[in-house]
């Protein structure tokens, strides 16, 4: 790797564009004082990361940029580019993992920008980069902003004056241990955020664990709200099935048991009808037949006896017609065509009474004959007048007489027909009397049988309502089970007990006893949404199984950091200790040149242990204590230092102090010169260093020049003609007309001049 070329724009006195090219092993910039040769060195500075704007001779970002003058206005922005030749690809990167890859550029361009408000920017070939990126990228090649390979105005002893603990670190730097100093505050920075995440995971799966607990309490309640569940939906369907059985059974029975009752009842109901409408009616007609025949015989006893009567007073008539006769002597003369129409007509009227089967028609046909036979009652001149014979009156008695006797035989034949009627009936009475007590079974099985319907109708109704009630049971087992509850149908009948049994009976009061049961359970358990619950259980779960892994990879990532740091102060300790034998070997060379004699060298020293820090002592947290994060402030810390020790040749000289200017600046030089040569950079810049020397020390500052120009770039910024002779390459800086800083191509005679 080397230095190619550096770009300057807008950058302090050089107000264009300014390149210069380094081709040569030693390039030399010469130009009076004040010209802007120190700028190129603050530039590269700059361009390499350097933060210290005090450094560079100024109070802020915007003092970087060109202030302007009469013929060049001021500048909005600065930038500074470097570019190196990367064809052995050395340059590397550290990625998102930490690893260093190689950044396959023939070419690194790092560039540095900055504005008129005081930020800047990185640019990295063509890309924005960070500082920190910077950093790691020129630390992999052992260079940086203001390190041991850049000597600025002045510097030169800076090394002399600075106390053990920074000069330990510009040694360190000089034997490219930087890289892990950077990889150690790395690892430290990456340590503590570590730390501080492991702080705040432990502070929250602190907060979440009493939640957790609570839930698995809640989880654990619900798992055994589940058996009971699982074992609530057995009993469910077992109890669905025998009652969902038992009804249908039920129905069926009671349904066959309504229709036969219905049946039956028909069947009697109609026994009694044709029992009632049947033989009790043929008896009734018998009864009225009867009736009549008896009105009609009362009715011929009353004409028989009325007749009878008449006749009596016929027979008293003739009797007292013929005591007339005999004793007034007298004939009572009758029309003989009068009896004879009268015998007619009670004759007739006879007749009709026999006919007549009302009892009324036979009274008036009676009162008739009364009346007819009236006229024989009172005294009738006319008819007694006439000659009337008694042996008439006696052949008209005789035929009614005959005529009674006919009454009398009609009435023998009525009785006759009224006794085998009277007869009939009774035999009639006698089998209604059965007919009735048949009837009367009937009716008794009628009540039966109606009883028996309502009762079947009235468990039916039962049946209804406990169907309904089972339809209800469904719909709440549905709501505590859910919907798979409605396989109870899926269960074979077989396995349950004989519909309608006793046993069936009371299998399904224990399945319901035992439902009761878990169902005051499950009210007591009262989870609410299980499912809500389970989700969030599971949430909080998978957090706090996160964060326990968090907490195990930031455990092994903290042991990993805290070894990693071990490991690299170690190394660097080790790599320190060699180096310094080194160095003290390339020390001892170039101060016997510079002295031409003495000895000089560097001693490791280690000064009395104190504390880490001031801090008084804290209280460690759960958390510190848990996780071993709280370092014990009492704790001695050995913080090594470098103290350089020089003798001269001739000269009684111990301490450093006692060096004169020319003394410490050959000392430091050599110093200098030697860290470089163990472990060289790539380039070395060294702004007036040899100031302070004589033409033999300035040849002897030569002859080192030339020997560290083998391994190493370098750019000398001198007034020194002896130092301007071991240059390949002279730039001249002078400050031209527009008031700005401008490159001379000149030749070393007049490099000489223009140094003067």
């Avoid at 260079?143 to 850049?150: A, L």
């Avoid at 401008?742 to 030749?747: A, C, F, G, I, T």
């Amino acid at each position: 790797m080397r230095l190619q070329t550096l770009e300057l724009n807008g950058f302090k006195s050089f107000a264009q564009k300014t390149v210069l090219e380094f081709d040569n092993s030693i390039v030399s910039i010469v130009g009076p004082n004040g010209s802007g040769k120190s700028n190129v060195v603050e530039a590269i500075r700059y361009v390499l990361g350097e933060q210290s704007i005090k450094s560079m001779r100024g109070k802020s970002g915007a003092d970087l940029i060109f202030k302007g003058s009469k013929n060049l206005p001021k500048g909005s922005r600065a930038s500074v580019s470097i570019y190196f030749n990367n064809s052995d690809k050395i340059f590397k990167l550290n990625n998102d993992l930490g690893d260093n890859i190689n950044l396959n550029y023939e070419t690194v361009s790092i560039s540095r920008e900055v504005y008129s408000d005081g930020l800047s920017k990185y640019i990295l070939n063509g890309t924005e980069v960070r500082l920190k990126d910077i950093h790691h990228l020129l630390s992999s090649v052992n260079i940086g902003s203001s390190q041991h390979h850049i000597i600025s105005q002045g510097e030169a002893d800076r090394i002399l004056n600075a106390n053990m603990e920074d000069r330990r670190e510009m040694v360190e730097d000089a034997l490219g241990l930087k890289i892990y100093q950077y990889k150690i505050k790395e690892s430290a920075r990456k340590l503590e955020r570590a730390e501080e995440n492991m702080k705040e995971v432990t502070l929250l799966r602190r907060e979440n664990i009493p939640h957790l607990n609570f839930l698995k309490k809640q989880v654990e309640k619900f798992e055994k709200t589940k058996e009971m569940q699982a074992e609530l939906a057995i009993l469910y369907k077992e109890y669905f099935k025998g009652e969902d059985v038992y009804l249908e059974n039920e129905k069926n029975v009671l349904s066959t048991e309504r229709n036969k009752l219905r049946s039956e009842l028909q069947s009697v109901v109609s026994r009694i009808s044709v029992a009632e409408d049947g033989n009790f009616g043929k008896g009734n007609k018998k009864i009225d037949e009867l009736k009549v025949l008896e009105d009609n015989l009362n009715s011929l006893r009353g004409v028989k006896s009325e007749i009878e009567r008449k006749l009596g007073r016929i027979e008293g008539m003739i009797e007292m017609e013929e005591r007339r006769a005999e004793q007034k002597a007298k004939v009572i003369e009758i029309s003989q065509e009068e009896i004879k129409t009268t015998i007619n007509e009670i004759n007739y009227s006879i007749d009709e009474a026999i006919s007549k089967a009302n009892i009324e028609d036979v009274k008036s046909i009676l009162e008739r004959i009364k009346s007819i036979l009236k006229k024989f009652s009172t005294p009738n001149k006319e008819n007694f007048n006439k000659n009337f014979e008694i042996q008439n009156l006696n052949k008209n008695y005789q035929e009614i007489s005959n005529r009674m006797r006919e009454i009398e035989e009609k009435e023998k034949e009525i009785s006759k027909s009224v006794d085998i009627l009277k007869k009939e009936i009774n035999q009639e009475m006698e089998t209604l009397r059965d007919l009735e007590k048949e009837k009367f079974k009937f009716k008794v099985r009628h009540q039966e049988l109606a009883s028996a319907l309502e009762f079947v109708i009235l468990k039916e109704g039962n049946l209804k309502e406990r169907a309904k009630v089972f339809e209800n049971e469904i719909k709440e087992g549905v709501a505590l089970i859910g919907q798979e509850i409605l396989s109870y149908k899926n269960i074979a009948e077989a396995l349950l007990p004989p519909a309608g049994g006793s046993k069936a009976s009371a299998t399904q009061e224990e399945l319901k006893r035992k439902i009761e049961r878990l169902k005051i359970k499950l009210e007591d358990v009262g989870i609410g949404n299980g499912a809500e619950i389970m989700k969030e259980f599971k949430e909080v779960t998978e957090r706090d199984s996160f964060l326990e892994k968090e907490m195990e990879d930031l455990a092994k990532s903290i042991e990993s950091l805290q070894k990693l740091v071990t490991d690299l102060k170690e190394k660097i300790d080790l790599e320190f200790k060699e180096g310094v034998k080194k160095i003290n070997i390339e020390f001892q060379k170039f101060f016997s040149l510079m002295f031409d004699g003495g000895t000089g060298s560097l001693a490791i020293i280690v000064p009395e242990k104190k504390k880490k820090n001031n801090q008084p002592d804290s209280i460690e947290s759960d958390e510190e204590l848990e996780l071993g994060l709280q370092e014990d402030n009492n704790t001695a810390v050995l913080e090594q230092g470098v103290e350089i020790n020089v003798s001269l040749p001739h000269k009684k000289v111990k301490e450093l102090h006692a060096l004169s200017g020319g003394e410490r600046s050959l000392t430091s030089i050599a110093l200098l010169f030697a860290m470089s040569q163990v472990n060289p950079p790539p380039f070395l810049v060294l702004d007036e260093t040899d100031a302070a020397l004589d033409e033999a020390n300035s040849r002897k500052y030569g002859d080192m020049l030339e020997k560290l120009s083998k391994s190493s770039q370098l750019i000398v910024v001198t007034h020194n003609r002896e130092t301007m002779s071991r240059a390949s390459v002279l730039y001249g800086i002078t400050i031209g007309s527009n008031g700005a800083s401008k490159l001379l191509s000149v030749k070393f005679e007049e490099a000489t001049q223009i140094a003067k």
